[in-house]
């Protein structure tokens, strides 16, 4: 099976097995699936564990917000879906092609997150009778902010958002939430504090297989909200995430990929901008020169022009006052 998905997707496996080459994706490449709402058709990374690859660029009318990535695990009892999806056309999108490469039905949905990429398709799949689950603080993120998200959907997705309503999941929990459908122990865990509120992973231990949400990120740059903590990031990485010690890394957006790329990426980057800044601040450089910190290493990143500003910026008001 990996021997035909390396012919079919050549450019993943440099990723997984290369590791020194730049990333691939761009903005500029089309919708790669026309005959349907999800940005790219799902693919079988490995036996059994599928994954729709979002576009790498923001959210958009010509991507119908699908710049996430939408996962899918066949258990041989069931169908564990990572993320509800961006609305519920998207949602509904994901479960047709779900169809076409089984009969067993979906069972639990989870959210990686409190964004509304992760959640608004959740009322398409509360529709469908499916169990919806997410780590508690990623809950009261969509409780709080997810009419917002709806909002900013429906301006962007226009009738693609049609259908897609604020639904909260069923069920939340704290650090580790366990399943065991078929032949696939499914543990999600949220690992400390990271991207965003209530971030989760989808760890198969017997595949050493991660679905790491937006824990994790390569292809495009990584943003830093003004809630992001890169500091306990750090933490959560080393602690927790690297403990993992996983062969294959699907993260939140961009290609499946391994270990080194998205520490390449992510804790890398994390320690590189976090260096900048503190020597920025030891200067006694201003928060107005600080957004113009030399970050050319990762300029090749998709959404470098869009990110990379605001996040030299919301990192030098965090360390201002570590």
């Given at each position: 099976m990996?021997g035909?998905?390396?012919r079919?997707?050549?450019?993943l496996?440099?990723f997984?097995?290369g590791?020194?080459?730049?990333?691939?994706?761009?903005q500029?490449?089309?919708?790669q699936?026309p005959?349907?709402?999800?940005?790219?058709?799902?693919?079988?990374?490995i036996?059994?564990v599928?994954s729709a690859?979002?576009?790498?660029?923001?959210?958009?009318?010509e991507n119908s917000g699908?710049?996430?990535?939408l996962?899918?695990?066949l258990t041989?009892?069931?169908?564990?879906?990572?993320?509800g999806?961006?609305s519920?056309?998207?949602?509904e999108?994901l479960?047709e092609?779900?169809?076409?490469?089984?009969?067993?039905p979906?069972r639990?949905?989870?959210?990686?997150?409190g964004q509304?990429?992760?959640?608004l398709?959740?009322?398409y799949?509360?529709?469908?009778g499916v169990k919806?689950?997410a780590?508690?603080?990623?809950a009261?993120?969509?409780?709080a902010t997810?009419?917002d998200?709806l909002?900013a959907a429906?301006r962007?997705q226009k009738?693609?958002a049609?259908?897609t309503e604020?639904?909260l999941?069923?069920?939340?929990?704290?650090e580790s939430y366990?399943?065991?459908?078929?032949?696939?122990?499914?543990?999600v865990?949220n690992?400390?504090?990271?991207?965003s509120?209530?971030?989760?992973v989808?760890?198969?231990?017997?595949?050493?297989l991660?679905?790491?949400?937006?824990?994790?990120?390569?292809e495009?740059?990584?943003?830093?909200?003004?809630?992001t903590?890169t500091?306990a990031?750090?933490?959560?990485w080393?602690?927790?995430?690297e403990?993992?010690?996983?062969t294959?890394?699907?993260?939140?957006h961009g290609?499946?990929?391994?270990?080194?790329q998205?520490?390449?990426?992510?804790?890398?980057y994390?320690?590189?901008?976090?260096?900048?800044?503190?020597?920025?601040?030891?200067?006694?450089?201003s928060?107005?020169?600080?957004?113009?910190v030399d970050?050319s290493?990762y300029r090749?990143?998709?959404?470098f022009?869009?990110?990379?500003?605001r996040?030299a910026g919301?990192?030098?008001?965090?360390m201002e006052?570590e």
């Amino acid at each position: 099976m990996i021997g035909i998905f390396m012919r079919a997707v050549p450019a993943l496996f440099a990723f997984l097995f290369g590791a020194a080459a730049p990333a691939q994706a761009s903005q500029d490449i089309p919708d790669q699936y026309p005959g349907s709402v999800l940005y790219s058709k799902p693919v079988e990374f490995i036996p059994n564990v599928f994954s729709a690859i979002g576009a790498t660029a923001p959210p958009t009318y010509e991507n119908s917000g699908h710049n996430n990535n939408l996962s899918f695990i066949l258990t041989g009892e069931g169908v564990v879906v990572v993320n509800g999806g961006a609305s519920w056309k998207l949602a509904e999108a994901l479960h047709e092609e779900i169809k076409k490469v089984t009969d067993q039905p979906v069972r639990l949905v989870v959210n990686e997150n409190g964004q509304g990429h992760a959640m608004l398709g959740n009322s398409y799949w509360r529709a469908q009778g499916v169990k919806i689950v997410a780590q508690e603080e990623a809950a009261q993120e969509f409780g709080a902010t997810g009419y917002d998200s709806l909002a900013a959907a429906e301006r962007i997705q226009k009738e693609k958002a049609d259908g897609t309503e604020v639904v909260l999941p069923d069920e939340t929990f704290e650090e580790s939430y366990r399943v065991a459908f078929g032949s696939f122990p499914i543990e999600v865990l949220n690992l400390g504090p990271a991207h965003s509120p209530g971030d989760a992973v989808v760890w198969l231990p017997e595949q050493s297989l991660v679905i790491s949400g937006d824990m994790a990120f390569h292809e495009r740059m990584l943003p830093i909200f003004e809630e992001t903590d890169t500091a306990a990031w750090l933490v959560s990485w080393d602690e927790g995430f690297e403990a993992l010690n996983a062969t294959y890394v699907i993260p939140g957006h961009g290609h499946p990929t391994n270990m080194d790329q998205v520490r390449r990426y992510t804790k890398d980057y994390l320690v590189y901008l976090r260096g900048k800044i503190r020597a920025h601040l030891d200067a006694g450089g201003s928060l107005a020169d600080a957004y113009y910190v030399d970050q050319s290493p990762y300029r090749h990143l998709d959404t470098f022009e869009e990110l990379a500003t605001r996040n030299a910026g919301r990192v030098y008001e965090q360390m201002e006052f570590e």
